[in-house]
């Protein structure tokens, strides 16, 4: 049975690829200081003999006894309010956690694969993105504790490789949605939901011509499995490229959810990108992927997913966290 580490385990991305190599026949160990993961994403493993649970922050020095053949470094705040509130715990993870992660690897002989994003692109004066892009990131910037901590990362991850003879795979994920997000992360999708579900008005930053491009869950975790499997060291772009404004994004969630709100406009974040798209010309040559969930869809799923939830927990989550 193959052994694969998947820290941020309990987080949105980390549980749906616990599940997906659980049910591949692969023994999972997920890793997690749950600062913004939640247990309640995987607590349906618990039960079975090839899963375990590390509450322990990957930041630190990690001990796995036994064998590893894989590890997936998925840890990190992700969304821009928790990487405001908690930046240095954010540059810590994609530094320390990655050097962690990498030496592990080395004794293990495991192949690592790391959780990259299209921030690494900043706010981008190419479009769509394409690998070979570097990007235009403003490093003191509120998003710079994120996207250099990503920089970094690769950085960090490609010495391994070059230096140590790692094997490792890069994917850079674009924005992606599905059940599990959290309510109170302030991204847009659990934002407008919600907001539809709880009776108020839907929140647009700016004027709602910024655009961004959903991948759903299910497609990016096919899209990680692939390339994990694939003899490819450099970056690869995962993300689907229907590209939309987020004023018609919100158009969209308010006939699915058929609330009656209104939308309503709020400042733009500063440093908030104005468009991204991914070009996926690499992801589909050297893995045979592509999208197939298409975002009306996605967002039926999610919608679902989130409908289930009680009133109670509609409002408790939707506050913002302390951390
Ligand atoms: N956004 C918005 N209303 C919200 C939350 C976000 O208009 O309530 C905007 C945000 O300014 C950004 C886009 O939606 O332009 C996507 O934001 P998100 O935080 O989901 O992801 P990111 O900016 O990291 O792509």
Redesign the pocket.
């Given at each position: 049975m193959k052994r694969i580490l998947i820290t941020g385990g309990a987080g949105f991305l980390g549980s749906h690829l616990c599940d997906r190599f659980i049910k591949e026949g692969y023994h999972v160990i997920a890793m997690d200081n749950l600062i913004t993961g939640d247990l309640r994403n995987i607590e349906h493993l618990f039960k079975l003999e090839n899963f375990e649970f590390y509450h322990h922050d990957v930041s630190k020095f990690i001990h796995v006894p036994g064998e590893l053949d894989y590890i997936l470094h998925f840890a990190s705040p992700a969304?821009?309010i928790d990487y405001l509130k908690i930046p240095i715990q954010t540059l810590k993870v994609g530094s320390l956690g990655i050097h962690n992660c990498l030496g592990l690897a080395r004794v293990k002989k495991a192949r690592v694969l790391i959780a990259s994003t299209s921030?690494v692109y900043g706010d981008p004066q190419v479009h769509p993105q394409t690998e070979e892009y570097w990007g235009h990131v403003n490093p003191v910037g509120p998003r710079g504790v994120y996207d250099e901590a990503k920089r970094f990362q690769e950085a960090m991850t490609m010495a391994y490789h070059t230096y140590h003879g790692v094997e490792t795979r890069i994917v850079r994920i674009f924005?992606t949605y599905g059940p599990r997000m959290r309510l109170n992360d302030?991204?847009?999708?659990p934002?407008?939901i919600g907001q539809a579900l709880r009776g108020e008005d839907l929140?647009?930053?700016?004027d709602?011509s910024?655009t961004?491009s959903f991948c759903y869950v299910d497609d990016l975790v096919e899209g990680i499995y692939r390339l994990l499997h694939s003899d490819h060291a450099q970056p690869v772009n995962i993300g689907n490229p229907n590209e939309i404004t987020?004023g018609d994004f919100a158009e969209e969630i308010i006939k699915l959810t058929g609330t009656d709100q209104k939308v309503i406009y709020?400042d733009?974040?500063k440093d908030?990108?104005k468009q991204?798209q991914p070009d996926i010309t690499k992801a589909k040559n050297i893995l045979g992927w592509e999208p197939k969930v298409d975002r009306s869809e996605g967002l039926k799923h999610t919608y679902e997913y989130f409908k289930a939830f009680s009133k109670e927990r509609l409002f408790d989550e939707a506050k913002h966290r302390e951390f």
């Open positions: 969304s821009p921030e924005n302030g991204r847009v999708l934002a407008f929140t647009i930053f700016g709602g910024q961004r987020i709020k733009l974040p908030d990108p991204r």
